[in-house]
Structures are given as C-alpha cells and as structure tokens.
C-alpha cells in the first residue's frame, strides 16, 4: 500500500453525482472511501473504483463518527471530504409533516456540520479540504420544494462558516449544479436547448468541479466559495 496517496471521503457514493466523483477522483490517484445509507449501491461503486465501501447514515451523529473512525483507523490520514448525500420531497406545504423536514434537513445540511466536526483534526494536519454540495435552488425554487431549498441555502452558509473556522489549515467550498441528468428522468429536446451552453449537465461536469476544489496546486487560492455549475441557467433572464 502506497500510504502517500491522499485519502478522500465522497458521500451518496453509491449512484449519480455520488458515482461520477469517485470515479473521477480514483482516476486521479485518491483513495476513495465510498459512503452512502443504500448498501448494494455503495459497493458497486466501491468495486468500481477499487474503494472502501461504508454504509451510513451521514445525517446521524454516531455514524457520521463511526465513518471518520473508520477512515483514521485504517489510512491514519484524511485529505478531503465531498459530502454529497441528499434527497428530496415535493409536496404542497400542507403535506409536509415535520419528521419529513427533519429528515431532509438532517441528510443535506447537518450531515455536513457532523463530517467537518469528527474529522477536523485530520484534515487540519493533512492541509486538507472540504467540498460541500449546495444548489441552485439556494437562489431559487419550484413549489414544493421546502426543505431541499432551505437545506442547500443552508449550505452555502455553511460553507463560508467552516471556511471561516478552518482556516487556514482546510479550505471549505461548495458547488451549486443546476440541472444534471442522472438518469432518473427523461430528458428532451427542450431540455437541452434552454440551456445556454446548449445541454443539461452530467454527472461528470460536477465531479470535475469537485476534483478542481480538491486540488490544492489548483484552486489553494479559493475558500468560502460557491461555485455555480448550471449551464448559465441562473444568469438567464426569462420571461414569460
């Protein structure tokens, strides 16, 4: 085992955005520690990229810990953290019941701060880095959409915050992808060309980001960041 190679953990490994930034950062020469709550998924991309599969729940304090454990047990070291995990809901307002906004919350936002807080002393001695995953839709939103948007405005916050609070032994930024195509719905003609730079994004576009921020030699000069990946779509004007 090469102990010089940097260490990173990704969560909502196991499928989309989560999948593409392992890949992409295995490809780089990072160690990738795979976590995500869906075991199966997990696994498979931990095979993919030759990783260590972990399955938690990043929004519970105890098995955010235990993951960071984990990670200090075996490589004794700690370079970078992309905590991409999060879900979703859409329902009118009156729907919603307050475990269900807890639970985004918990998975999207708090699952952050717990990360960050277990695995400081690492990644203060690594001179590491903190790739959080926001939103568009901290700046805008569909009805429906409560929790999710709070939750990425949230991260945005938060990111200056750590930022603010590591420094400056750990940079902390954040990406912000508009709309990318996971697979999970049909994507048409129309969605492409509204698009200012002509298609809707891939999971590929935002694990370049994250392999960007990650990068020391690249991006050292930034922190408290939010880049925006959204295919120009926020600076669009529109109307109707």
Request: glycine share 10%; with cysteine.
């Amino acid at each position: 085992m090469n102990a010089s190679r940097k260490v990173v953990v990704v969560t909502g490994a196991g499928r989309g955005i989560g999948r593409a930034i392992c890949e992409r950062l295995s490809g780089d020469g990072w160690r990738v520690v795979c976590a995500d709550i869906a075991e199966q998924e997990n696994q498979e991309t931990a095979a993919l990229v030759r990783g260590d599969p972990v399955t938690c729940d990043v929004g519970n304090e105890d098995s955010a810990e235990a993951l960071v454990r984990f990670v200090s047990d075996k490589y004794g070291r700690l370079d970078g953290i992309v905590s991409n995990a999060g879900i979703n809901r859409f329902e009118p307002l009156a729907d919603w019941t307050l475990a269900q906004w807890g639970r985004i919350i918990a998975t999207n936002l708090t699952a952050s701060f717990l990360l960050a807080r277990a695995s400081e002393k690492l990644l203060r001695s690594a001179k590491g880095a903190i790739v959080l995953m926001a939103s568009t839709r901290a700046h805008m939103s569909e009805p429906g959409t409560f929790a999710y948007s709070a939750s990425k405005g949230g991260i945005v916050a938060l990111t200056h915050s750590l930022a603010m609070s590591l420094q400056p032994d750990v940079r902390v930024n954040c990406i912000a992808p508009g709309w990318i195509d996971t697979g999970k719905y049909p994507i048409e003609p129309d969605d492409h060309e509204q698009h200012p730079v002509g298609r809707v994004g891939r999971p590929e576009d935002i694990a370049a980001a994250a392999a960007f921020l990650l990068d020391g030699e690249q991006s050292g000069f930034m922190t408290g960041q939010e880049m925006v990946v959204d295919g120009g779509m926020t600076k669009k004007m529109i109307y109707v």
